[in-house]
């Protein structure tokens, strides 16, 4: 078993990264660093709000809570009007800190539970 650290994100007061989820960013977006670094500018100014708005975010469109995981602390940042339809799932470690997790394609139904399974247990492989 791997175990996995957590990451501050440079320039955040409390947004902290999985050390798996940079590599998992990159897989979103294969050779396309144009496409990568559009993407990457949209989800710093969003991490930019979560940072200062805390769990307040989620008043927002881009902010949602996933509802039927087994950790009640999961949640997505998305990109409503994208045309990949990328998530980011995070989770509230303490209340106020976030930890970003893992970062998906939204193509199919059936992404978003691989997706949640995959979040939980990066998270369960952090707390270890």
Not at 4 to 17: A, N, T, V
Not at 48 to 56: N, P
């Amino acid at each position: 078993m791997i175990t996995l650290e957590i990451q501050k994100l440079s320039g955040f007061k409390r947004i902290y990264q999985a050390e798996c989820f940079p590599d998992e960013v990159k897989s979103m977006f294969g050779k396309s660093t144009g496409d990568m670094n559009r993407y990457m500018k949209w989800l710093y100014t969003w991490l930019s709000v979560l940072d200062s708005d805390g769990i307040s975010a989620l008043n927002l469109e881009q902010f949602e809570h996933l509802k039927g995981t087994s950790n009640l602390n999961l949640y997505a940042i998305r990109h409503p009007h994208s045309q990949i339809n990328e998530r980011y799932i995070y989770v509230y470690s303490d209340g106020e800190s976030v930890i970003l997790l893992t970062a998906f394609k939204e193509k199919k139904i059936h992404d978003y539970q691989s997706a949640i399974t995959r979040a939980e247990h990066i998270f369960s492989e952090l707390e270890d």
